[in-house]
């Protein structure tokens, strides 16, 4: 219920972008954002942007996130407010690609004040909100980042936040992983086009665009450990790490982290 004060704060728009195979059309909010969404005063009007949200059946999560970022600029343009983005995981990548854009002077007509991004892929190594124990595990000596690589672009009077968990392998993977290497050559794996999938690998080639993980044969204990932890980080993916972010506490903190991003919307976006 919102107090008279809340009631005499402008409202915003609050697009969400769910990941992957979560659904887009609703109604309302609903999957992992719906843990942030759910902690937020009357004052935000919630909604999802609907796309594919697949990853390689029946369309590659190359082409899912494009349809993703088309879709989203058009409800961004046509939102009564100023919008906040909220994604998760593959939607995350969907936020970052029009962030990044705009940071490059395209759609320089939408009125985006704020982002939250949940299990970013793209989680650049420096970059991670929350308390300071947690900042301190994810951007520390050692420290990974997002699976699919490094993108840190988006207009400096847009307020980011990143939520990531250090044992969730897709927004914190080591820097050697051999995951890396998987999300790379399975970004335009599709069932419908796998002409597109080869075209793409190559061109990849082609151009160098593959992360570069560097694998030492000469050093098979320091091979052993590089493959044990991406069994690790793959192994938590498959039990619910990645998914956990609605009902595990932050570190130093009794909050969870959606619950955190939702106090710091709500906090910060006036």
Not at 146 to 163: H, L, R, T
Not at 233 to 248: K, N, V
Request: charged share 15%.
């Amino acid at each position: 219920m919102s107090t008279n004060a809340e009631a005499n704060l402008p409202g915003y728009s609050v697009l969400c972008v769910p990941g992957t195979t979560e659904n887009t059309r609703g109604p309302g909010v609903t999957g992992m954002l719906a843990n942030i969404t759910g902690k937020l005063p009357a004052r935000f009007h919630c909604s999802m942007i609907p796309y594919p949200a697949d990853y390689g059946i029946p369309i590659s999560e190359a082409k899912s996130i494009q349809v993703g970022v088309d879709n989203a600029v058009n409800e961004i343009q046509a939102a009564p407010f100023p919008v906040v983005l909220l994604g998760y995981s593959q939607g995350a990548q969907i936020v970052r690609a029009i962030l990044a854009e705009m940071n490059h002077g395209i759609h320089a007509q939408l009125r985006v004040v704020a982002a939250g991004l949940v299990a970013d892929p793209l989680r650049p190594i420096d970059f991670a909100s929350g308390s300071p124990e947690l900042v301190d595990k994810l951007t520390g000596p050692g420290a990974g980042w997002g699976v699919a690589g490094q993108m840190e672009e988006w207009p400096k009077s847009i307020q980011v936040w990143s939520m990531a968990r250090p044992e969730d392998i897709i927004p914190n993977a080591p820097g050697n992983s051999p995951v890396r290497a998987l999300a790379d050559w399975t970004r335009w794996m599709s069932i419908t086009d796998p002409v597109a999938w080869g075209e793409e690998l190559l061109h990849k080639a082609k151009h160098n665009r593959f992360q570069a993980v560097i694998t030492n044969w000469r050093h098979p204990i320091g091979v052993l450990r590089q493959y044990a932890d991406a069994i690790a980080g793959i192994e938590g993916y498959l039990t619910g790490i990645h998914t956990s972010y609605g009902s595990i506490s932050m570190p130093g903190i009794p909050m969870t982290y959606c619950d955190w991003l939702a106090q710091q919307i709500d906090d910060h976006v006036r």
